[in-house]
């Protein structure tokens, strides 16, 4: 069993940054794809990005087109958190985002591929 624990939301202007934090129980947190999501008000949840375990010491990250250039995924195992650093921040970027972790190397760009989900943090944009 695995929790996940957002922080690090709040509100920022536009083009503003923010970096949120997931941490997470567990002692294999380092065998984990990590991943997040974002819902905002009225719309499906949506993949932002994720940090995917290849095997070993190896990760990779894929993101979301719509924050390619903007966003980073880094994770610190010795921490069991996983960030996101948020840059040039839009109104578009408004929602509660969500981390995610799937066992092993699986764990793609659908909700569904993840088994364990924090509660969310609310990110909120003004323009």
């Known amino acids: 069993q695995v929790q996940l624990v957002e922080s690090g939301g709040g509100l920022v202007q536009a083009g503003g940054s923010l970096r949120l934090s997931c941490a997470a129980s567990?002692?294999?947190?380092?065998?984990?794809?990590m991943a997040w999501f974002r819902q905002a008000p009225g719309k499906e949840r949506e993949f932002v990005g994720r940090?995917?375990?290849?095997?070993?010491?190896?990760?990779?990250?894929y993101y979301a087109d719509s924050v390619k250039g903007r966003f980073t995924i880094s994770r610190d195992n010795a921490k069991n958190t996983m960030y996101l650093q948020m840059n040039n921040l839009s109104p578009e970027d408004t929602a509660v985002y969500f981390c995610?972790?799937?066992?092993?190397?699986?764990?793609?760009?659908?909700?569904?591929?993840?088994?364990?989900w924090g509660q969310g943090t609310q990110v909120t944009v003004s323009s």
């Open positions: 995610a972790a799937s066992g092993g190397t699986n764990g793609g760009s659908d909700s569904t591929d993840y088994d364990y």
């Open positions: 940090n995917r375990w290849i095997g070993g010491s190896i990760y990779v990250k």
């Open positions: 567990g002692r294999t947190f380092s065998r984990y794809t």
